[in-house]
């Protein structure tokens, strides 16, 4: 009985063995193949498990462990508001606004790492910035539905780290190809409201966020864009001309200096200020 009893565990531990080295190499061939050409571009299993935590790979406690990981890594709220140059006319973000308390919508904790703007279906959504295309994710069984993502030189930004934004609920899979160079204003997908959804059917929206690092580095691994050593920032501090951009950092602004004023491309291509290097995803009146 005794001797039983040691092959099953031994049994047992090499399953175990074969589990995880099974994973290990998943990780390390799971990748974008067209991307390791791309400049930054480092295999998966260079990217370590919380910054995959941090974009929602789910590891150990699942949502709870995820949510203590974006806290740490910029998701929480920092009461920004847009502010408009010139008091244009602007698509506006609904309720959905940066960093909530997404638990009373799912069945995990998680929050809501970006904000929403509403728009008819098949409104034509920009880039926010010059950048180059770095995920094309369909996410059948994913609540994000079709996306999108570019990634921006602090060159292309005149911010002092490299950014990626990220584009959600699509209406089609956009024909951009990865690697593709992207100008800001450039249309990269239109408006819907794909995804897994819940018991209520979505409203079409955008659903547009930000991730930023010092590292060049990032990866794609068929699923996700990770920046290495990345951060979410809140989609309004994107827009701000001098630093700070953390979201600590953001929180504790004075009243007057959470409202971001926010440059933008008009219907007829005019860019409010002319020299601006960021826009907001729709065009203004």
């Given at each position: 009985?005794?001797?039983?009893m040691?092959?099953?565990?031994?049994?047992?531990?090499?399953?175990?063995?074969?589990?995880?080295?099974?994973f290990?190499?998943?990780?390390?061939?799971?990748?974008?193949?067209?991307?390791?050409?791309?400049?930054?571009?480092?295999?998966?299993?260079?990217?370590?498990?919380?910054?995959?935590?941090?974009?929602?790979?789910?590891?150990g406690?699942?949502?709870a462990?995820?949510?203590?990981?974006?806290?740490?890594?910029?998701?929480?709220?920092t009461?920004?508001?847009?502010?408009?140059?010139?008091?244009?006319?602007?698509?506006?973000?609904?309720?959905?606004?940066?960093?909530?308390?997404?638990?009373y919508?799912?069945?995990?904790?998680?929050?809501?790492?970006?904000?929403?703007?509403?728009?008819?279906?098949?409104?034509?959504?920009?880039?926010?910035?010059?950048?180059?295309?770095?995920?094309?994710?369909?996410?059948?069984?994913?609540?994000?539905?079709?996306?999108?993502?570019?990634?921006?030189?602090?060159?292309?930004?005149?911010?002092?780290?490299?950014t990626?934004?990220q584009?959600?609920?699509?209406?089609e899979?956009?024909?951009l190809?990865?690697?593709?160079?992207i100008?800001?204003?450039?249309?990269?997908?239109?408006?819907?409201?794909?995804?897994?959804?819940?018991?209520?059917?979505?409203?079409?929206?955008?659903?547009?966020?930000?991730?930023?690092?010092?590292?060049?580095?990032?990866s794609?691994?068929?699923?996700?864009?990770?920046?290495?050593?990345?951060?979410?920032?809140d989609?309004?501090?994107?827009?701000?001309?001098?630093?700070p951009?953390?979201?600590?950092?953001m929180?504790k602004?004075?009243?007057?200096?959470?409202?971001?004023?926010?440059?933008?491309?008009?219907?007829?291509?005019?860019?409010?200020?002319?020299?601006?290097?960021?826009i907001?995803?729709?065009?203004?009146r």
């Amino acid at each position: 009985m005794k001797n039983m009893m040691t092959l099953v565990c031994l049994g047992i531990g090499v399953l175990m063995i074969f589990a995880v080295s099974g994973f290990s190499k998943n990780r390390q061939l799971l990748s974008c193949q067209p991307c390791a050409a791309l400049d930054g571009f480092v295999p998966p299993h260079q990217i370590n498990d919380e910054i995959r935590m941090m974009v929602g790979k789910y590891k150990g406690g699942g949502g709870a462990e995820n949510v203590a990981v974006q806290k740490t890594r910029g998701v929480i709220e920092t009461g920004l508001v847009p502010a408009f140059i010139d008091d244009a006319k602007c698509p506006q973000i609904d309720s959905e606004k940066w960093a909530i308390d997404y638990f009373y919508k799912r069945s995990r904790k998680a929050l809501h790492k970006g904000i929403d703007i509403p728009r008819p279906s098949g409104t034509p959504i920009m880039a926010v910035a010059d950048g180059m295309v770095v995920g094309k994710f369909e996410n059948k069984h994913n609540k994000k539905g079709i996306e999108i993502v570019l990634r921006h030189t602090p060159d292309q930004t005149g911010l002092p780290f490299w950014t990626y934004s990220q584009y959600t609920h699509l209406k089609e899979m956009s024909p951009l190809a990865l690697g593709e160079k992207i100008k800001m204003g450039q249309e990269i997908g239109k408006t819907s409201n794909t995804g897994k959804m819940g018991k209520k059917r979505r409203r079409d929206a955008l659903h547009f966020a930000i991730l930023y690092s010092k590292s060049p580095e990032w990866s794609n691994d068929g699923a996700v864009v990770t920046p290495q050593n990345g951060y979410f920032m809140d989609p309004n501090a994107f827009y701000r001309l001098d630093p700070p951009y953390d979201s600590p950092s953001m929180l504790k602004l004075p009243g007057k200096e959470k409202y971001i004023p926010v440059p933008y491309m008009m219907l007829n291509g005019m860019l409010v200020p002319a020299d601006t290097k960021r826009i907001w995803p729709y065009p203004c009146r």
